[in-house]
């Protein structure tokens, strides 16, 4: 029920940005809000049960993915101890969107592909909660960015 409830909040907190879904992905915004939702903004976060690490909450599979494209564009990759700083956390999870961005062309779909991984297309259901929170907030910084830049006439 409070899963509900919250997905219903989301979708209504949606509703009421204007920001226009063909519009490209905010990168800093994004990544605040997942970390927001994942750790607290807590870089040294660690999930025992998940093996997830850091800020963004990084799990093997992911980091995996990320750093095999990295190595396949000539880089180096990333370690779970790179997870730890929020520069190589960063960079990890945008190697990681560039890997699958076939897959992920929006936030929302990007949030899903951050907590359901590679197959989330196949349970889009158990991403429900987690995408619509999370694009809500991201949707929510924009605007309050927008809201704060100035005006030109």
Partial sequence: MIRLVLVLIALAMLGTCQVKANEPID????????????????????????????????????????????????????????????????????????????RARTPEEFCRLWNGGSGWIYKAYKTDEYAASVTARYYQLVQQSRDRSPKLL
């Fill in 27 to 102: 990168w800093p915004k994004l990544m605040q809000a997942i970390g927001e939702r994942e750790s607290g903004l807590y870089r040294n976060a660690w999930n025992k049960l998940e093996r997830a690490a850091g800020i963004y909450q990084m799990r093997p599979l992911a980091l995996k993915d990320a750093s095999d494209w990295a190595k396949d564009q000539g880089g180096k990759g990333w370690t779970e101890a790179d997870l730890y700083d929020t520069r190589q956390a960063a960079a990890a999870m945008r190697g990681y969107y560039m890997r699958w961005r076939h």
